[in-house]
């Protein structure tokens, strides 16, 4: 509890940068659309939190599902006259289907094989996109579609999807920390620490695996479906293998299984890989290496390394206090 | 309560256990006893779900519960503990009892996520009474530490209430005294008799024999998967095949 | 036609089995998967050309030279980075995205050093077709296969009749135990990677003269080879080069028979069909399920 009233500066921080950075920005676009970039990023990267920081199962594939919104969604606008925000909504749903059918088919495979069958997953959604029968993708050629309207409200530029987005952050946000804190939650962890016991103890696995595949799946699709909604324009190439590896990559610089490692992973490679965009040929290789060097360096990413070091110096400072040696934590079966 | 009629468990062409017939009688502390190797794990892994019987019936409360998924058997009221213990390492120790309480508990998917005044008054009342398990086997200090850090004697006792959490009627020990010294012991033959006193039947794979012998109403001896004797406490003692594979086991 | 497709179908499957093979040593000897294969193999394309082509070696030579720099650098993988993590002991997923980041900085790398075009590996055999009867083929496509059928004979007799390869064995199933009966560990893993790595350059080597060499060349291939590894068993010597084999053939006549619009997707669906249903591949190979 008295944690959280020590955050309380740094979390004005952010609510200020929050409210404050589209304003300080507002003449530079390319600025705003990072921003809008990295709230949908946010979105994405906490849907693959769920299942894998949470829940414990891989996923080399969710580029698969971050199509499916997005291309869900710009069909069903263009085909069927979908107002654009209930297509988004029925996209991700389609999504989470999806994503429910491989988790159901793939319960049984363990850690390397899953990541496999889930990238063969995004490999043919990638190729379906892109090789559509009849055409109806625009292929290639990608399609171009409308922007986001709220009851006949068009957020046509980034300043106005730029609130959109961050009321979709925090509301998915808040969503996932309600499910974390309960019992489907902790269903959830129980798979990812010890599966044997978890299923002795009652919790219907495969199910639970079902659970939570569909709203990470959810999660991812719809922004997909919020990124081509905003660039109006959807093609394969943003949803190729390395995107999955992308999503993989900006958890895992934040940190797994908590509410702020996503965040605070989405901006980091975000604006690392935009500064790296001047290098050019350079960029990939770059990003290869830092990538390398984070992964050595600091396994618990950024977030997850920061609050271990800020609990030990709590608990060495209560420790002292108290003057208890019982504080001391040994770590074990992890 | 429990009947396991003709349990035969075969791995390849490895007989396990052979042929076992087990009544666990209501509020008692059955024991089952025998050598290492002898099947005794494999059995109750196949009460638990975890094996199918190769041949067999197993029946609680009159229901047929044979090669039903761990889950479900949890879910009908048979809970466990593992010889090797298996906790959730880094959920906290009142985590590990919430998740105990998952079989009794009613919070769906999506009631769960949008917090529904019911799922908030279920997760407050489980906090409490979760807590007040913690109490019962004195791990109450431990509550918000991961169950890693807790002593080894109190990992023990955190699965056993862990498994208690799920209001089960009957209770799968697996060695549940092994690395006790004999002060924990005698705690822990005390912590049975509470548990028995709370309605739950309990049925317990232990080596120490002097525990086994004070505390079990009624012993069954497994032998190379077979069921070697049977009887009150005193009878095993004096059966003359128990004697002799006890001995036999030793050099 | 029938035997144009086949021996295609063949090439490409024997490609497909030498990544798989490399999988699959790397499985065996430390548990773990490897994403780099793919992209060393392109490499292997590229420094096969700089030798051969450029520097003017003869093709034996070069094809030496290119599997001993592999070996190096994929031993050298291991030591700087699969090692230091491993003995960190981070989570799995960090190995998987270390092998990614790997691959990114090896192909990126290689994009700069060799340029963004498809580079023509010159032939290697003085003549352009062989012709039997009123069939043709290149020769290297049949020496493709060949190398492909040999690698997989020469390793397995490695890992079951050699002491590294029984020590490697070892070392995968039991690290501890191994240690304590004086395996060098550390050696015999560095040595599995170091060899997969030379298995795919040979494998860039081969495919460079028929398909030309270019920087994504073996992204595809090497995503591709996992399916081969599953199919065959993950982990199998055999089981490797026949998943492989399969693979290419059912591709190419699939290709040619039914459609070409959707060649790529049979990899991944066959992945599919074998994880699911038979997930210990046609070689009933036993370490892929817990």
């Known amino acids: 509890m008295d944690k959280t009233k020590k955050m309380n500066p740094l979390m004005l921080a952010v609510i200020a940068a929050c409210i404050g950075l589209p304003f300080v920005f507002m003449g530079a676009p390319f600025i705003l659309l990072i921003l809008c970039y990295i709230e949908i990023y946010i979105i994405a990267v906490s849907g693959l939190d769920i299942v894998f920081g949470y829940c414990g199962q891989i996923s080399l594939g969710h580029a698969a599902f971050y199509a499916i919104g997005a291309y869900g969604s710009v069909l069903l606008h263009k085909y069927y006259n979908v107002p654009v925000f209930f297509s988004m909504l029925i996209g991700a749903a389609i999504g989470a289907v999806i994503g429910a059918i491989v988790a159901y088919t793939c319960s049984n495979l363990v850690f390397h094989f899953l990541s496999l069958a889930t990238q063969a997953v995004g490999e043919i959604v990638y190729i379906l996109i892109s090789h559509s029968p009849g055409n109806i993708t625009g292929n290639f050629v990608g399609m171009y579609t409308d922007s986001v309207s709220i009851f006949g409200f068009k957020l046509d530029n980034q300043f106005k999807f730029y609130w959109f987005g961050l009321v979709c952050v925090l509301i998915f946000l808040a969503l996932k920390q309600a499910l974390i804190n309960s019992r489907t939650g902790r269903a959830f962890m129980a798979i990812r620490e010890n599966v044997k016991a978890a299923d002795g103890m009652g ?6 695996k079902v659970k939570a595949f569909a709203m990470s799946a959810f999660y991812t699709a719809f922004a997909g479906a919020l990124v081509t909604h905003m660039t109006k324009y959807a093609s394969p190439d943003s949803f190729l293998y390395k995107q999955s590896v992308m999503f993989l990559t900006m958890l895992l610089f934040g940190g797994t299984g908590s509410l702020w490692g996503p965040i605070v992973g989405s901006i980091s490679v975000l604006v690392i890989n935009e500064s790296l965009r001047d290098l050019q040929n350079l960029q990939m290789l770059v990003f290869g290496v830092l990538m390398l060097i984070v992964i050595i360096a600091i396994p618990g990413g950024i977030y997850g390394t920061a609050k271990e070091y800020y609990d030990n110096l709590k608990a060495k400072k209560s420790a002292g206090k108290t003057d208890a040696g019982t504080a001391v934590s040994e770590k074990k079966g992890v | 309560m429990l009947e396991a009629n ?7 062409g490895l007989v396990a256990v052979n042929h076992v017939n087990l009544k666990i009688r209501d509020k008692q502390i059955t024991g089952l006893i025998g050598p290492n190797g002898a099947g005794k794990t494999t059995f109750f892994n196949c009460i638990s779900g975890v094996y199918t019987p190769s041949e067999g019936t197993v029946i609680f409360d009159g229901r047929h519960i044979e090669g039903l998924r761990p889950y479900q058997i949890c879910q009908a009221g048979i809970s466990r503990t593992y010889q090797v213990i298996n906790l959730f390492w880094k959920m906290t120790a009142l985590e590990n009892v919430l998740v105990g309480m998952h079989p009794r508990m009613k919070g769906g998917f999506l009631t769960d996520m ?7 008054r279920e997760e407050k009342e489980a906090k409490e009474k979760a807590y007040e398990w913690l109490k019962f086997v004195g791990l109450e200090k431990y509550a918000n530490d991961p169950a890693s850090s807790l002593p080894y004697g109190g990992q023990r006792l955190l699965e056993i209430v862990r498994g208690l959490a799920s209001n089960c009627k009957i209770l799968l020990l697996d060695e549940p005294a092994a690395g006790m010294n004999s002060g924990e012991k005698e705690e822990f033959d005390r912590l049975l008799q509470k548990i028995l006193d709370m309605g739950v039947t309990i049925l317990m794979i232990e080596h120490d024999m002097k525990l086994v012998m004070h505390i079990c109403q009624y012993i069954y001896v497994l032998e190379y998967g077979k069921l070697l004797a049977e009887g009150v406490p005193e009878e095993v003692q004096n059966n003359p095949e128990v004697i002799r594979a006890y001995l036999g086991g030793e050099d | 036609m029938f035997f144009t497709l086949l021996i295609s179908g063949l090439v490409i499957g024997s490609i497909y089995g030498l990544i798989a093979l490399g999988y699959s040593m790397i499985y065996k000897s ?24 450029y520097a003017g070696l003869p093709f034996p030579v070069a094809l030496l030279l290119v599997v001993l720099i592999s070996i190096a650098l994929g031993f050298a993988i291991e030591k700087g980075v699969i090692r230091p993590l491993l003995n960190k002991n981070t989570m799995a997923i960090y190995i998987v995205l270390a092998t990614i980041a790997v691959s990114y900085i090896v192909q990126n790398g290689s994009m700069l050093v060799w340029g963004t075009i498809t580079l023509n590996f010159p032939s290697i055999f003085g003549i352009s077709t062989i012709k039997v009867g009123n069939i043709s083929f290149q020769p290297e496509a049949l020496m493709c296969i060949v190398v492909g059928f040999f690698c997989m004979f020469l390793l397995q007799i490695f890992m079951n009749k050699t002491r590294i390869g029984t020590s490697m064995r070892a070392a995968s199933m039991d690290a501890m135990a191994a240690e304590s009966c004086g395996i060098d560990v550390s050696l015999s893993t560095g040595l599995s990677w170091g060899l997969s790595a030379g298995l795919a350059a040979i494998a860039g080597m081969l495919i460079g003269p028929i398909y030309g060499v270019y920087t994504t060349l073996g992204a595809t291939i090497g995503r591709k080879g996992f399916s081969s590894a599953v199919i065959g068993g993950y982990g199998n010597m055999y089981g490797a080069i026949v998943g492989g084999i399969l693979l290419g053939l059912v591709e190419t006549f699939g290709t040619s028979y039914v459609s070409s619009t959707y060649r790529n997707l049979i990899a991944y669906v066959l992945l599919l069909i074998f994880l699911l249903l038979k997930p210990t591949g046609i070689f009933n190979e036993k370490a892929i399920r817990s």
């Open chain 1, 203 to 208: 919790i219907d696995v495969r199910m639970y």
């Open chain 2, 114 to 120: 949008f917090k529904t005044p019911a799922v908030r």
């Open chain 3, 30 to 53: 430390s548990g773990l998967l490897s994403f780099m294969q793919g992209d060393i193999m392109t490499l292997g394309a590229f420094l096969g050309i700089t030798f051969y082509s």
């Open chain 2, 6 to 12: 003709g349990v035969t468990i075969k791995f390849g």
